[in-house]
């Protein structure tokens, strides 16, 4: 039998080259015109320049919105990281059957549509919605709250439509956790916020920064829920695009905005995958 | 030294509290689902919780809501397509990159993946101008070209990992035992791999008819898809109609869901 | 089979129904586009307009794609050589855009049956007028009890968190806040008083709807009391059980009159011809004006009656001494930089 130099598991690359030649085409093309585009300075994209960039810079209201944007993610990344700890923990000690009904739970909302989740939303949230009938009816209020369109309503919203890529990943890393650890931590005469806060959560971080990753990045491009619950009179990124795009024409200007949000995202992507690979590092030791 | 649990105290502080935080988490997951499925039999105009009088009218009034149909059918053609393309070029890109370790491989792992991680809407309004600056009017073809580029990703994630969890003794003995590497592919890699590609074409499809990012900039009338359509329906009127489709989409999930489970165990492989 | 039959199996089937959807867009070609605005209009437009024009088209069908005007002006633009909408409702603003853009197929005036029924205002080779809208005050009866009875009236204290507008997209938006101006010392091109109005009113503001459909729906949930609005918008909110009234203002109800255009470059004229006599037509016309629609005819063969009669005018000529009327043409240009203006003011 001759050996065989190469790994028979490995099929070749050339396999690869049907998706690779489509993207190239398809997505990586759009993406360098849309760099393109954004160096015009007029509506009809036919005088080069870099006016769309020194106006993002200099008048500042497209800054001040991506501000608000990345500062939105954090505050649900938080949120959804309190909600989905506790579950992910909540699941690791429950029995098969419930962890079979959990991750039902857990998954559903992610092949549910968007606009379906959000509508759900408007209809808690209103003035006529559920939170506020409670609270009039137990007489914490007298008048209805102003949850929708409120920043506040829109955390929550987001928080709720964002918790399964929070708790899935936040599963996994705990379900790798050795129990021995927590005994031992027990037996060595540590109480259980101790063993938590020293053993468990560090441990655990891995599936916290990959939670948080997916959160973060699905939070700030969540266009519908910011529309519909945020409401008009909050401008995150994505409407501002799609506003500037599509009901002002002002493609150069969309364009750099745009590019402006993808480069955002990707420092914060880099940023937290950094952190990942650190603690991975940490985690192991 | 004594072994077994100290302070029991606090032991129970954590713990209900972590329970308390857990049902809390739990409950925001359910509602959602639970209210819209109520408040669609409402009788009246009103999207009140919880409704005063009960009624099927709005389902009997989806019947009749042909925009919403119109939408729905184009967004089941578009899945159908984007989600075949995905299959057949992300299953023969995952047999070239996933068990591979040289650069070239990780580089089109990377670009490949990326468009996760990437603002939808940004990848939407670049394909836009790609085809506008083209020429090419927008069409079903379109969307199912932007469709695939954002849900190949999927079928990718569950293909690769499906490959990755297969035992190189099989293929080796197969090697040895003189099996051509096309045969070995054909009669061993894909059958076993199957269910991964099933999963992976399922979450592409449902990601593909749930898209709003890039429907948003690669549709208009003619070739309405059901997100948007619903999501311009709620913005400018408060159609109850729309709480009974999303009632119908929910079970239809549901169902889905838990055929793809028995079929696949997807619910493990969604979480990668 | 084979791998490589396999693969050549769904290559095949990826061409072929990709093949199929070259049909499907020829069948779809025969789907007449009709943007009409949102909410009340859409409504309206469903249940009378349509199916009226449908009987009079030999095949074909119908697609609603409600937009307000300045969206459909960009859409079309945006791709002018194969429009995604063929037949486009407008204000008279974005109606004078769409013209200067070149972006409007003109009316076949002499084919029309109704065309010379019109008043002589609607009457535009470019496009007719098939109705006016009018704006006043919009609000709730059971929580507030006075009827308002004047623009200023939404800068109430007591109307603290209760007070809707629209963003300066629609005429609506644009309107009100030209009158505002025009109110405090500016003009039809000077619109600054209204801008630092606004200001004073964000303490009362509820919410910002993204078009007039919202605005109404705004009040179908109870989010919002009072806010300024189109007359026939309340009518179909009031059949649903909805409290709301309209009042005009002591210092004029607004007016504007829109009107119907066929796309340049549509393939389906033939059908936008039918859709628009439809729309002219006395038989429509009179149909809409009775309730719930309630939309002001401009065709002098309708005469006017029944709860437009009575709230509003009682026929054309009183309409034009009673209402106020904006110029669009000394508005246009500065429009794009007011809604930006707006977009950024408005932000909490």
């Not at chain 2, 429907?215 to 003619?222: H, V």
């Not at chain 3, 549509?266 to 309630?294: C, G, H, K, T, W």
Request: charged fraction near 15%; include cysteine; proline fraction near 6%.
């Amino acid at each position: 039998m001759s050996a065989r130099n190469h790994d028979v598991t490995v099929y070749s690359l050339r396999y690869g080259l049907p998706l690779a030649a489509f993207f190239v085409l398809f997505f990586i093309t759009p993406l360098l015109l849309l760099v393109l585009v954004s160096l015009h300075d007029d509506t009809a994209v036919s005088v080069w320049g870099v006016a769309q960039y020194v106006k993002i810079f200099g008048e500042g209201l497209a800054l001040r919105v991506l501000g608000d944007t990345l500062w939105l993610g954090v505050q649900v990344t938080v949120l959804c990281l309190a909600l989905g700890y506790a579950l992910a923990w909540a699941y690791v000690r429950s029995s098969p059957t419930t962890q079979k009904v959990l991750m039902m739970i857990i998954v559903m909302p992610l092949l549910t549509s968007v606009v379906v989740r959000t509508f759900a939303w408007v209809v808690i949230l209103g003035r006529q919605g559920i939170v506020n009938e409670l609270l009039l009816g137990w007489a914490w209020i007298d008048k209805p709250l102003r949850l929708l369109y409120s920043r506040e309503g829109l955390i929550w919203a987001l928080a709720n439509v964002q918790l399964p890529l929070m708790t899935l990943p936040l599963i996994t890393t705990l379900q790798r956790l050795e129990s021995n650890l927590e005994d031992a931590s027990a037996a060595l005469g540590a109480n259980a916020w101790r063993t938590f806060r020293r053993i468990t959560v560090p441990l655990s971080l891995p599936g916290i920064i990959a939670g948080s990753l997916l959160t973060f990045s699905a939070t700030i491009t969540a266009f519908i829920t910011q529309s519909l619950v945020g409401g008009g009179q909050m401008l995150f990124m994505p409407m501002y695009i799609y506003q500037q795009a599509s009901a002002l024409q002002n493609w150069p200007y969309a364009a750099a905005i745009s590019l402006v949000f993808l480069v955002a995202v990707i420092g914060c992507v880099t940023l937290l995958s950094y952190l990942g690979r650190l603690s991975k590092g940490y985690a192991t030791t | 030294m004594s072994m077994g649990r100290r302070n029991d105290l606090s032991d129970i502080a954590l713990k209900g509290t972590l329970y308390l935080v857990a049902w809390a988490a739990l409950i925001l997951l359910l509602a959602p689902t639970l209210i819209v499925l109520i408040v669609s039999f409402t009788d009246s105009y009103s999207l009140r919780f919880p409704p005063q009088g009960f009624s099927t009218r709005w389902y009997v009034a989806l019947l009749k809501a042909f925009t919403l149909h119109f939408a729905a059918w184009n967004s089941f053609l578009v899945a159908s397509m984007t989600t075949l393309l995905c299959v057949v070029m992300g299953t023969a890109a995952s047999l070239a990159i996933a068990r591979s370790t040289s650069k070239t491989a990780r580089c089109l792992d990377a670009l490949f993946m990326s468009p996760l991680i990437l603002p939808g809407l940004a990848f939407g309004l670049s394909a836009l101008i790609f085809f506008s600056e083209l020429g090419v009017p927008v069409s079903m073809t379109t969307l199912v070209i932007g469709h695939t580029v954002v849900c190949v990703p999927y079928v990718i994630r569950t293909t690769s990992s499906a490959l990755m969890q297969l035992p190189p003794a099989l293929l080796e003995s197969a090697a040895s035992l003189g099996a051509s590497r096309a045969h070995a592919l054909r009669r061993i890699t894909l059958p076993l791999i199957a269910p991964g590609i099933a999963a992976g074409a399922f979450i592409a499809f449902m990601s593909s008819f749930d898209n709003t990012a890039v429907s948003l900039f690669l549709r208009d009338a003619r070739t309405d898809m059901l997100p948007i359509r619903m999501w311009q329906d709620l913005e400018s009127k408060l159609d109850v109609t729309i709480a009974a489709l999303s009632s119908v989409l929910v079970i239809v999930t549901l169902v889905m869901m838990v055929v793809m489970e028995k079929l696949t165990g997807i619910s493990r492989r969604i979480r990668g | 089979m084979d791998i490589s039959r396999r693969r050549i199996m769904q290559s095949a089937l990826a061409l072929g129904a990709l093949q199929l959807f070259p049909q499907l867009t020829m069948a779809q070609a025969r789907n007449l586009v009709f943007a009409t605005f949102t909410g009340s209009w859409e409504e309206a437009h469903k249940a009378v307009l349509v199916p009226a024009a449908l009987e009079h088209m030999k095949d074909g069908n119908i697609i609603l794609d409600p937009m307000i005007s300045v969206d459909q002006i960009s859409k079309v633009m945006a791709s002018r050589e194969h429009p995604p909408i063929d037949v486009m409702l407008h204000d008279p603003g974005p109606a004078l855009t769409a013209i200067e853009q070149g972006l409007i197929e003109p009316y076949p005036v002499a084919d029309s049956a109704y065309y010379q029924q019109l008043m002589p205002e609607a009457q535009d080779p470019m496009g007719p007028s098939i109705f006016y809208q009018i704006v006043g005050l919009t609000y709730n009866p059971d929580t507030i009890q006075t009827p308002p009875d004047s623009w200023m009236d939404l800068w109430k204290p007591e109307y603290k968190g209760r007070v809707g507008i629209t963003n300066m997209n629609s005429s609506l938006g644009t309107g009100f806040m030209v009158e505002l101006a025009k109110l405090h010392g500016g003009s039809d091109s000077n619109i600054e008083p209204a801008f630092e109005l606004l200001t004073k009113l964000k303490p009362n503001l509820a919410a910002v709807a993204a078009n007039p459909g919202q605005l109404a729906s705004l009040f179908q949930q109870g989010q919002i009391d009072i806010s300024p609005g189109n007359f026939n918008a309340i009518q179909i909110l009031k059949a649903r059980g909805v409290p709301v009234e309209w009042v005009a203002p002591k210092e004029g109800a607004i007016a504007f009159k829109t009107s119907i255009h066929i796309v340049k470059n549509s393939p389906n004229r033939d059908l936008a011809f039918a859709l628009i006599e439809a729309s002219m037509s006395p038989q429509v016309q009179s149909q809409l004006m009775e309730a719930p629609y309630l939309v002001v005819p401009t065709n002098m063969q309708v005469k006017m009656s029944g709860e437009i009669a009575e709230s509003l005018a009682k026929d054309q000529a009183e309409m034009k001494s009673r209402f106020r009327f904006q110029d669009w043409k000394v508005i246009n240009p500065n429009r794009a930089a007011w809604i930006e203006r707006f977009n950024k003011d408005i932000q909490v």
